[in-house]
């Protein structure tokens, strides 16, 4: 059934099983409309829900649909954002630390996090904008994935440096949607999720478990996640409460010299036969969305994770092994009003707290066995941001949102090794003046631009004035412009263009190696790029896409330490990044087969820019799915079809040391849904 994705002046046509998002009357068709729908699902957005929204954000949005998250077969979650537009995806394939994505000219390295992530509107980064939470979520039980670019959006503060990133999962509903997985590397994989709704009441619960023995030696994984969510509707009002937990364990296979990842690329060199460890993360979060009045909504949320990580790891034979314990709880609470003042204003104000605790050890291990302590860091921090939003339609075909952010730092710092304490760095207030606007001259036409300010904090004990450092470090302040336009006819056809720049103060990265947690200073730096994406419908059931980001990442003015810098590129931010695919999904055959890729180009090691350039690769993913009745479903997936050899690489400052990815590897599914 076709349905419209009503984002304001132009509406996005979307074949949708569930609602769909549809705008107040007094929004509607009035809007600029900047997001882009990749798939099928769509999410409902009522008067409710418009607090706190993404669709009150004019700039580059994808959302990815749950119908095609559901079907990936993937050992972690982040691999799913490879369907989306201008992703760069940074494979560690390390257990436990598997790999991340990044966006907009930042990479996944984990010494500059720059995307918020979000699970149910809930902040799930760690303490240094990691999102090892993302395992908290199973792909069957996802509904719908947000991406936000850019540095308009006033929502977020922490972490929101280059955009954000929405998981949403399946609320409500009656079903019961079960698959299995089975294929190369010993892989086996289970997944449930189920809704029930009685009266006012709606249950749901997702269920998780996969085991793989990896494609290389000593990479076995096993992951068990669980999440619950109860919501009840008062009326006016609803509740809810959502729990989830995710444990997982892991092999390390360590990484390959220049010498051998081209010669045995399954090997596992005997320095790792001890490596890996074991994560717990935990998730609760209580949810209110109320109207006050007949244009006034409410959201709020309360929410505390926790996250136990314990990993032993060992580089190379150059350097001892390493126990290291990661022990971080946060707390927090997001809010939002949106008010409806005319059919012309809309307005919104908000603002978020979290307090953390956080304790990081680490130690020099033998083969797991304790030697000697280099690190036990306890720290408090506390990061709470406010922010006002209008949103301004004077004419049907103009929409204007100025906004302003402000966000604060508090904390203390011990170093349990030594008993020294320090202080946060006096970062005072960090203001982010924001501007966007849209013009919709003709319906399926808008075009859009916008402006604004983000900024990083130091992660760890970057955060504090700890000796040798004498004096506060400011903020890094990022300041972005984007210009895009947004082009929709019907379902034949949606495409968008942006040109983008993000410019930063000083961006200060994590040593990752360095066991006294310290920071180098990456200096100045400008990342600018051009996005392009297209899909069209030509007929029914056969769809295509394909998009292409060009960008890149400099530094403007060196750290004084390195000043042989200025004008590098950052290290591993590949200058173009590639999706494309095609699908034939016809609704009187029960099959459906499709054919996608993504992919990048190479990247510089290090910021010297002296050790080349690796890790280009475009890999295929062909999928082919039988339908035996309106409840079972068979499938096989081929990854990397074309059987690409390719690696992640880094330097250690002495030698390249390589991942290899997984080569190509055949998967079969089965689906039952009641």
């Not at 304490?421 to 003709?442: E, W």
């Not at 890149?552 to 004008?567: C, E, F, H, S, Y």
């Amino acid at each position: 059934m076709v349905r419209s994705l009503l984002l304001g002046g132009a509406a996005l046509c979307v074949a949708a099983p569930s609602p769909v998002l549809a705008l107040p009357d007094a929004a509607s068709a009035q809007r600029g409309d900047t997001h882009i729908a990749i798939g099928d699902d769509a999410i409902v957005v009522t008067a409710r829900d418009m607090a706190r929204s993404t669709a009150n954000v004019l700039t580059s949005v994808d959302v990815l649909g749950g119908d095609l998250a559901q079907r990936q077969n993937v050992d972690n979650a982040w691999e799913l954002f490879a369907r989306l537009p201008g992703v760069v995806l940074t494979d560690f394939n390390q257990g436990t630390t598997s790999g991340r994505f990044s966006i907009r000219g930042f990479n996944g390295e984990g010494e500059i996090n720059a995307v918020k992530l979000l699970i149910d509107g809930v902040p799930s980064n760690d303490n240094a904008g990691r999102t090892d939470f993302i395992d908290l979520v199973a792909p069957l039980d996802i509904a719908a994935v947000e991406l936000v670019r850019g540095t308009s959006d006033p929502r977020w503060g922490l972490h929101a440096i280059a955009g954000s990133a929405n998981i949403k999962t399946r609320t409500g509903g009656n079903y019961l949607d079960m698959r299995g997985i089975a294929g190369a590397f010993d892989t086996f994989d289970a997944q449930l999720a189920a809704g029930v709704e009685t009266g006012r009441l709606s249950q749901n619960v997702a269920l998780s478990y996969r085991r793989t023995g990896g494609y290389r030696d000593h990479a076995d994984l096993d992951r068990l996640t669980l999440a619950g969510k109860w919501f009840y509707d008062l009326g006016g009002a609803r509740v809810g409460l959502i729990a989830r937990h995710s444990r997982s364990t892991a092999e390390e296979p360590g990484y390959l010299t220049d010498a051998d990842a081209y010669i045995d690329r399954r090997r596992s060199y005997a320095v790792s036969e001890t490596d890996g460890g074991t994560r717990n993360l935990s998730q609760y979060s209580l949810h209110l969305d109320a109207d006050l009045a007949r244009d006034l909504s409410l959201t709020a949320i309360g929410y505390a994770t926790t996250n136990d990580d314990d990993r032993y790891v060992r580089f190379s034979a150059n350097v001892a092994q390493q126990r290291r314990l990661t022990q971080e709880q946060h707390y927090g609470v997001v809010a939002g009003v949106h008010w409806h003042a005319a059919g012309w204003l809309m307005a919104e104000a908000g603002g978020d707290v979290q307090w953390q605790h956080n304790r990081s050890l680490r130690w020099t291990t033998d083969r797991r066995i304790i030697t000697a302590p280099t690190r036990d860091q306890d720290f408090d921090l506390t990061v709470g941001g406010a922010y006002v939003q209008a949103i301004v339609t004077p004419a049907p075909w103009l929409t204007i949102t100025p906004a302003w952010r402000i966000d604060r730092v508090d904390g203390d710092f011990l170093n349990r090794l030594n008993g020294a304490r320090a202080p946060v760095n006096d970062y005072g207030t960090i203001s982010q003046p924001k501007l966007s606007v849209a013009v919709t001259p003709t319906a399926g036409l808008t075009a859009y631009a916008n402006y604004g300010r983000t900024f990083q904090v130091g992660a760890g004990s970057g955060a504090f004035v700890v000796p040798p450092r004498v004096r506060d470090v400011a903020p890094s302040i990022n300041e972005g412009w984007e210009g895009g336009v947004k082009l929709s006819h019907g379902r034949w056809l949606t495409a968008r263009a942006a040109v983008w720049q993000q410019t930063a103060s000083g961006e200060l990265r994590r040593r990752l190696n360095d066991p006294s947690g310290e920071f180098d200073n990456l200096g100045a730096t400008r990342r600018r790029g051009l996005d392009l994406e297209a899909q069209v419908r030509p007929l029914p059931g056969l769809s295509a896409w394909a998009s292409w980001s060009h960008q890149k990442a400099v530094i403007r003015v060196p750290d004084p330490d390195a000043p042989l810098t200025a004008g590098n590129a950052i290290d591993h931010v590949p200058q173009n990044v590639v999706t494309a695919g095609v699908e034939w999904a016809p609704t009187t055959l029960p099959w459906r087969a499709s054919l996608w890729g993504n992919g990048q180009s190479s990247y510089e090691l290090t910021t010297a820019n002296d050790q080349g350039r690796y890790g280009g690769y475009f890999q295929l993913t062909a999928e082919l799915a039988y339908r035996l009745n309106d409840a079972l479903e068979l499938s096989a997936q081929v990854r990397n079809l074309a059987n690409d050899r390719y690696e992640y690489v880094w330097y250690d400052g002495t030698q390249r040391l390589h991942a290899p990815a997984d080569p190509r590897s055949l998967f079969g599914a089965i689906r039952a849904r009641f």
